[in-house]
C-alpha cells in the first residue's frame, strides 16, 4: 500500500519558470490538500480538494494552481516561481465523510528551491 | 477564526525525563484537536486526537493529552522519554467535523539527551 506519493522529492527551479508538483494517493480518498512548510510558521494550507472536479483555496494560494480531474491525483501547478515559494510541500489526503475527525495521511514531502 | 499557539519553539529532556509539550488554541465551536509528529526528512504522523468524549487522549508511542475546555489547552505529555522521541511535534485544531481545515501550530522540537 503507498498511501500518498509525492514527486518530485527535490527540485530546484530559476525564478519565472514553471513547475508541477505530482501527489497520488491510493487509499480512494476524496479529500486531498497541499501544505507548505516554512521554519517557525508551521504547515499552511494552500489548497484542497473535496472530491474530483471540487477544489477550493487555503489560507496561502497565490502564486500556486490545482485541479483534480480524477480522485487519485492533485498536482499542485506554481506558474512563474518566485524566491518566496521556497519551501517543503506535502501533501496529505483522508475520507472526506469524517471531516477532520478522520486521521488525514501525509506524503513524505518535496524540498523546493527557487533561485 | 481557529488558531493554535504551542508555547516553546524548542524542548530539551533527558532521556527518562517528563516530556511536556504545550499547546493552546482558540476556537469559536467546540473544536477537534491533533497532535502530529515529524521526524526528519518524513511527513507528519498522527500520534493522537481529540474529538468528543473523554479528555484524557492516549496515542501512540506512549503519548497522552488532555482536553481542558477551561484553559483552552491540549499539552501533550509522555511520563518517559526516549531517544527515539526526538522529532517535530505540531498541535493542530479544526472546528468540528464540518470544516475541511486543519490549523497548524508553528511546531515544538524535541530533543532528549542520554
Known amino acids: 500500500n503507498a498511501g500518498v506519493t509525492q514527486t518530485p522529492k527535490f527540485q530546484v527551479l530559476k525564478t519565472g519558470q514553471s513547475m508541477t508538483l505530482q501527489c497520488a494517493q491510493d487509499?480512494?480518498?476524496?479529500?486531498m490538500s497541499w501544505y507548505r512548510q516554512d521554519p517557525g510558521m508551521g504547515l499552511r494550507l494552500i489548497h484542497y480538494s473535496v472530491g474530483a472536479g471540487i477544489t477550493d483555496q487555503g489560507e496561502v494560494p497565490n502564486g500556486y494552481n490545482v485541479s483534480r480531474s480524477t480522485t487519485e491525483d492533485f498536482p499542485l501547478r506554481l506558474l512563474s516561481a518566485a524566491p518566496s515559494q521556497t519551501s517543503v510541500y506535502f501533501c496529505a489526503s483522508r475520507n472526506h465523510r469524517g471531516g477532520t475527525a478522520d486521521t488525514i495521511y501525509f506524503g513524505e514531502g518535496s524540498w523546493l528551491t527557487v533561485v | 477564526a481557529q488558531s493554535v499557539t504551542q508555547l516553546g519553539s524548542h524542548v530539551s529532556v533527558s532521556e527518562g525525563a517528563l516530556v511536556l509539550l504545550r499547546c493552546n488554541y482558540s476556537?469559536?465551536?467546540?473544536?477537534?484537536l491533533f497532535w502530529y509528529v515529524q521526524y526528519p526528512n518524513q511527513g507528519l504522523q498522527l500520534l493522537l486526537k481529540y474529538t468528543t468524549g473523554a479528555t484524557l487522549v492516549k496515542g501512540i508511542n506512549g503519548f497522552e493529552a488532555e482536553f481542558k475546555k477551561s484553559e483552552t489547552s491540549f499539552h501533550l505529555t509522555k511520563p518517559s522519554a526516549h531517544m527515539s522521541d526526538a522529532a517535530e511535534y505540531f498541535c493542530a485544531v479544526s472546528e468540528g467535523e464540518d470544516t475541511d481545515k486543519l490549523i497548524f501550530g508553528t511546531g515544538t522540537r524535541l530533543q532528549v539527551f542520554p
Open positions: 476556537s469559536s465551536v467546540p473544536p477537534y
Open positions: 487509499m480512494n480518498h476524496e479529500y
